[in-house]
């Protein structure tokens, strides 16, 4: 069965102050994996799709990157606005539904 | 704003009764994927629809069923309700139904079961 781990459950920064999130999966062939944003009371908001091990993606100050048993979202010197719950995704080829992990709830303090 | 729209936004109601929650994708968008989020479950995908057809189904209960209509909003309808369906409902839309393009997600509904 598919299966999706985020780590840490928490992570509580200082502004400016670099770091990763981890998400390990588990897929019978994977098709895509997903990087969403989740603020409170709010729907995901869609970040990265990666296809292959060996993929980065960026965007301002967030770096996706994966290997075939896990992907990293670094985060590099974070801002307060950047406090959110951060989820993974996969979705395998032998299936169209998306396997969500638990998700990361990232603060950053000034 | 991601361009999906989720009717109601809250919506509160007693055991064994019967909700409607409505979505509206993307512009250009054919297939819709519905959601529910607890807060010991994470998300979880319940069914697919693409085109006005279903496509894929999770783990939805058979007291729940959901319908694509042609103009392709989608309604999910919950019935017999249990204090554990009380959770938050969250529709996505994608261009296709099939590769491996990202979901985009409307803000839910937030289902309160008395």
């Known amino acids: 069965e598919d299966q999706v781990t985020q780590s840490p459950e928490a992570l509580r920064l200082q502004e400016g102050e670099s770091s990763s999130l981890n998400c390990s999966y588990t897929v019978s062939g994977l098709r895509g994996l997903f990087w969403y944003r989740q603020d409170p009371g709010k729907g995901p908001e869609f970040l990265f799709t990666l296809y292959s091990a060996g993929e980065e993606k960026e965007k301002e100050r967030l770096k996706a990157t994966l290997t075939k048993k896990e992907s990293f979202l670094h985060i590099t010197a974070p801002k307060p606005e950047d406090s959110a719950t951060y989820l993974c995704?996969?979705?395998?080829?032998?299936?169209?539904?998306?396997?969500f992990g638990a998700g990361t709830r990232l603060t950053v303090k000034p | 704003d991601s361009g999906v729209t989720q009717t109601p936004k809250h919506l509160i109601t007693a055991t064994g009764q019967r909700v409607t929650l409505r979505c509206s994708p993307r512009?250009?968008?054919?297939?819709v994927y519905w959601y529910q989020q607890s807060l010991d479950q994470g998300l979880q995908f319940l069914i697919q629809y693409y085109n006005g057809e279903e496509r894929a189904k999770g783990n939805i209960l058979e007291r729940f069923s959901a319908q694509q209509f042609p103009d392709l909003h989608s309604e999910l309808n919950l019935s017999s309700l249990e204090l554990g369906d009380s959770a938050l409902y969250f529709c996505?839309?994608?261009?296709?139904?099939?590769?491996?393009?990202?979901?985009?997600f409307g803000d839910g509904t937030r289902l309160s079961i008395l």
């Open positions: 996505a839309s994608s261009a296709d139904g099939g590769s491996n393009q990202p979901q985009h």
């Open positions: 512009s250009g968008d054919l297939s």
């Open positions: 995704a996969v979705q395998a080829r032998n299936n169209n539904d998306m396997r």
